[in-house]
């Protein structure tokens, strides 16, 4: 018999090799997309707690060398309400300071100021105690010259889709985290109240009235969106922290320190809503909305490990008591008395700086 003939009559794979070989690629396939998709996600998570630590490293320079936290606007300014309109964010407010310093060429109004756009918080450019407060930036000079605190910032700046307010804030680059959605900014108001009576007193919708620690309308550009980032994640609907009206049990959950509560002694039946942060965690508090591009997701697993499914019962307390119907102390596998981080259990990542 010949060479060919002996090749030709060599027998192939049967109908049932074939299929076990092609399940077994599938099976393969099935276990390292996965793996390779969780490893992305972590390198993204690293990434971006790397980004915020920059953030927070540069805020302490600058403040060391300036006698105050980064922020041109004052935390009263960047809380007014008519900061809903203007969408002028956290964020924004401290890269003028961090990379920008070169970059305000004039006040928003004023005779012989510099070619730029007009941004801030205030509507019309003029502040709550009437003088003109907005200001005129030139964005080719956004981190150029002698005054740059956050270094190589063009790596991570670019305007973000989504973002509720004028065209000028529209166009202001912004801090994206690795995930491509932007990176928020609370500043702590100095003249708030040192240790809050009513979470009102911690965290509150705008600074019209009485200050207080903390103003959603400080970053409700971003918090507005129905459209924002990379992904185009519609806060309206997703986030714990879009209703403005809600903003001081929300934001208290979020930027309240858990380790100061008042009261302190906490007894058994106390109302979750009487629970107020006696601390913030940070003057200045970096947030990272994390993989799924939303802060602080109603659809998250931490937001169900604390059986919290509506922004209305996302509050304080929940660091100390479980939710409610049951609602009782937390206590660990000993049956002592414990508290949690609330923040911990979702895809959000914090970083802070200052006391």
């Given at each position: 018999?010949?060479?060919?003939n002996r090749?030709?009559?060599?027998?192939g794979?049967?109908?049932?090799?074939?299929?076990?070989?092609?399940?077994?690629?599938?099976l393969?396939?099935a276990?390292i997309?996965?793996?390779?998709?969780?490893?992305?996600i972590?390198?993204?998570?690293?990434?971006?707690?790397q980004?915020?630590?920059?953030?927070?490293?540069a805020?302490?320079q600058?403040?060391?060398?300036?006698?105050?936290?980064?922020?041109?606007?004052?935390?009263s300014?960047?809380?007014?309400?008519?900061?809903?309109?203007?969408?002028?964010?956290?964020?924004?407010?401290?890269?003028?300071?961090?990379?920008?310093g070169?970059?305000?060429?004039g006040?928003s109004?004023?005779a012989g100021?510099?070619?730029?756009v007009?941004?801030g918080p205030?509507s019309?450019?003029?502040?709550?105690?009437?003088?003109?407060?907005?200001?005129k930036?030139?964005?080719?000079?956004l981190?150029k010259?002698?005054r740059?605190?956050?270094?190589?910032?063009?790596d991570?700046?670019?305007?973000?889709?989504g973002q509720?307010?004028?065209?000028?804030?529209?166009?202001?680059?912004?801090?994206?985290?690795?995930?491509?959605?932007?990176?928020?900014?609370w500043?702590?108001d100095?003249?708030?109240?040192?240790e809050p009576?009513?979470?009102?007193?911690?965290?509150?919708?705008?600074?019209?009235?009485?200050?207080?620690k903390f103003?959603?309308?400080?970053n409700?550009g971003?918090l507005?969106s129905?459209?924002?980032?990379?992904?185009?994640?519609?806060?309206?609907?997703?986030?714990?922290?879009y209703?403005?009206?809600?903003?001081?049990?929300?934001?208290?959950?979020?930027?309240g320190?858990?380790n100061?509560?008042?009261?302190?002694d906490?007894p058994?039946?106390?109302p979750?809503?009487?629970?107020r942060?006696?601390?913030?965690?940070?003057?200045?508090?970096?947030h990272?909305?994390?993989?799924?591009?939303?802060?602080?997701?109603?659809?998250?697993?931490?937001?169900?490990?604390i059986?919290?499914?509506?922004?209305?019962n996302f509050?304080y307390g929940?660091?100390?008591f479980?939710?409610p119907?049951?609602q009782?102390?937390?206590?660990?596998?000993n049956?002592?008395?414990?508290?949690?981080?609330v923040?911990?259990?979702?895809?959000?990542?914090i970083?802070?700086?200052g006391?």
């Amino acid at each position: 018999m010949s060479k060919v003939n002996r090749i030709r009559s060599a027998p192939g794979f049967s109908l049932i090799e074939l299929l076990v070989v092609i399940g077994i690629i599938a099976l393969v396939v099935a276990i390292i997309v996965p793996a390779l998709g969780g490893a992305r996600i972590a390198a993204k998570k690293t990434a971006t707690s790397q980004l915020l630590t920059q953030i927070t490293d540069a805020s302490l320079q600058f403040s060391q060398d300036s006698g105050k936290m980064p922020g041109y606007f004052s935390p009263s300014e960047m809380g007014q309400s008519t900061n809903e309109r203007q969408g002028f964010t956290g964020m924004e407010n401290l890269l003028l300071d961090l990379i920008g310093g070169d970059a305000v060429v004039g006040r928003s109004g004023n005779a012989g100021s510099g070619d730029g756009v007009d941004v801030g918080p205030l509507s019309g450019g003029l502040s709550y105690n009437g003088k003109a407060s907005n200001v005129k930036v030139d964005l080719n000079l956004l981190g150029k010259g002698d005054r740059v605190y956050l270094q190589n910032a063009q790596d991570y700046l670019q305007p973000t889709d989504g973002q509720e307010g004028t065209q000028a804030h529209r166009d202001f680059p912004d801090i994206v985290d690795a995930f491509g959605s932007p990176v928020l900014a609370w500043m702590e108001d100095p003249r708030g109240p040192r240790e809050p009576t009513s979470l009102e007193e911690f965290a509150t919708e705008d600074s019209d009235d009485d200050p207080a620690k903390f103003y959603w309308m400080s970053n409700a550009g971003w918090l507005q969106s129905d459209a924002l980032g990379k992904i185009g994640r519609n806060q309206q609907t997703d986030s714990l922290l879009y209703d403005p009206g809600l903003a001081p049990e929300t934001l208290s959950a979020v930027l309240g320190s858990p380790n100061f509560p008042i009261p302190n002694d906490l007894p058994d039946g106390t109302p979750l809503e009487d629970v107020r942060p006696g601390a913030s965690r940070g003057a200045l508090v970096i947030h990272s909305a994390g993989a799924d591009g939303v802060y602080f997701a109603t659809k998250d697993a931490g937001a169900r490990a604390i059986g919290v499914d509506d922004p209305r019962n996302f509050l304080y307390g929940l660091n100390f008591f479980t939710s409610p119907p049951t609602q009782k102390r937390r206590t660990d596998s000993n049956g002592k008395i414990t508290s949690i981080d609330v923040t911990s259990g979702f895809d959000d990542m914090i970083s802070t700086a200052g006391n």
